[in-house]
């Protein structure tokens, strides 16, 4: 078993190279998914990474975007929008679909774990899709304009903000979701996906238990930098990194993971970084690690798989 550490759109990249990959080397993927960014809206609750990843792994996603559904309309959206509802964050009909039924089980007492393994078998996906918890965790960015719900923030304000401080509201009372400490625990290899350091997978590590898993488990845990050449490919990382006294670079991200770290891919760009991961006590292997083709994104997956002895 692999297990995989995912935030959302970059996450989704590699994921989607492993899962076409992972058969060929008799493994099965585990992915632990951030629910730091769940938000609800119109009463329904919408859990932004794990249905990027399940839609990724389904094969539905709309590719250009990396989220949402393929070839999804909006017509309830716009109705809403008639009723004079705020509708910044866009959510496709068929999506819809999901979030009630999501909303739905909640409320019959299921918890997010069971929903989220409903919906993915249902879509036919062959991987374990996991909540990070089943408990609510949400990440808030402090900015001048004052505390912000990570929706607000990322979505409704572009990530405009200066990010002064980001805080995982109930995280120090969550408990990681059944499965997540044991999949890390009995994993062959783990692999903290390109996703934000800061609010998808430092969302996760901010669950009690998880970042002791990752330096416990004799499985080796290998990350992707999400930052090639002191930026990111997309989002605000490289802003948030920077308003917490970060250093921005693909160092700067390892520096966050060293304690668990075993090894670390970073690209072609970042080369005269290698030597000061090292003397972290990592194991560097440098390429090319943005991914736009199925291709690359396969190419990146069997390295990994490789490095990690699987
Ligand atoms: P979100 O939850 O949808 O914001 O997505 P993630 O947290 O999973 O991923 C965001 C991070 O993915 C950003 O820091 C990007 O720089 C990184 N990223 C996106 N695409 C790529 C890629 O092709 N290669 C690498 N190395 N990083 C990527
Ligand atoms: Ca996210």
Redesign the pocket.
């Known amino acids: 078993m692999i297990t995989c550490l995912?935030?959302?759109?970059?996450?989704?990249?590699l994921l989607e190279g492993l899962d076409k990959i992972v058969d060929e080397h008799g493994e099965e993927l585990t992915v632990i998914v951030?629910t730091g960014?769940d938000e609800e809206f119109f009463g329904l609750h919408v859990s932004?990474?794990i249905d990027?990843i399940t839609y990724t792994l389904a094969g539905i996603v709309e590719r250009e975007r990396?989220?949402g559904i393929r070839g999804d309309t909006f017509a309830c959206l716009d109705m809403l929008a008639r009723l004079g509802c705020e509708t910044w964050f866009k959510l496709g009909d068929r999506d819809m679909a999901i979030h009630i039924y999501r909303t739905w089980r909640l409320r019959d007492g299921a918890t997010l774990s069971q929903v989220t393994a409903e919906i993915a078998a249902k879509l036919g996906v062959r991987h374990k899709i996991i909540p990070m918890s089943d408990d609510p965790v949400k990440t808030h960015i402090k900015t001048p304009a004052g505390l912000l719900p990570f929706q607000r923030y990322f979505v409704e304000r572009g990530a405009s903000d200066e990010v002064l401080d980001v805080v995982y509201v109930g995280s120090d009372r969550a408990r990681p979701a059944s499965g997540v400490i044991e999949s890390i625990l009995g994993a062959e290899g783990v692999i903290i996906?390109?996703?934000?350091p800061i609010?998808?997978?430092g969302t996760i590590l901010a669950v009690p238990g998880v970042r002791e898993a990752l330096r416990k488990t004799s499985g080796k845990v290998l990350a992707?930098?999400?930052?090639?050449g002191g930026a990111?490919?997309?989002?605000p990382?490289d802003r948030m990194m920077r308003g917490l006294g970060i250093e921005v670079s693909a160092a700067g991200v390892a520096e966050l993971y060293k304690d668990f770290l075993n090894i670390y891919v970073m690209?072609a760009q970042d080369a005269e970084l290698r030597e000061k991961v090292q003397s972290m006590g990592v194991d560097v292997h440098i390429t090319n690690?943005?991914?736009?083709s199925l291709e690359?994104k396969k190419r990146l997956a069997q390295t990994c798989l490789e490095l990690l002895g699987l």
């Open positions: 995912a935030g959302g759109v970059g996450a989704a990249r951030n960014d932004p990474d990027i990396g989220w996906c390109p996703s934000n609010v998808s997978i992707i930098s999400p930052i090639i990111t490919v997309k989002g990382a690209d690690t943005l991914m736009r690359d």
